[in-house]
Nanobody, 120 residues
């Protein structure tokens, strides 16, 4: 019913920047929270940043001051601007959205993930 498609990952040198996008499509009535998670090899998935429908945000301590989450409600899209990237930011980044579908039920959806590699 609803698909989340991430884009923008890739290979970047330490200190560089990337911008991730996650576009939601399908039977959407509204989208509540949109969240970015990441999972590094051998580690548990962790929350990176989240944003509510009213643009309230929260960040993991490890990315505060370096990453910025934003959303375009008209496009059903959430962004993650990542600056001053470090090797420890290397992970698969996943988009998550709490979506109210057109039948007025709320569901939790995940994207397929996009790889971010920070290396010289």
């Amino acid at each position: 019913q609803v698909q989340l498609v991430e884009s923008g990952g890739g290979l970047v040198q330490p200190g560089g920047s990337l911008r991730l996008s996650c576009a939601a499509s399908g039977s959407i009535f509204s989208i509540n929270a949109m969240v970015w998670y990441r999972q590094a090899p051998g580690k548990q998935r962790e929350l990176v940043a989240g944003i509510t429908s009213r643009a309230l945000t929260n960040y993991a301590d490890s990315v505060k001051g370096r990453f910025t989450i934003s959303r375009d409600n008209a496009k059903n899209t959430v962004y993650l601007q990542m600056n001053s990237l470090k090797p420890e930011d290397t992970a698969v980044y996943y988009c998550n959205a709490l979506v109210v579908t057109t039948n007025l039920y709320q569901h939790n959806y995940w994207g397929q993930g996009t790889q971010v590699t920070v290396s010289s």
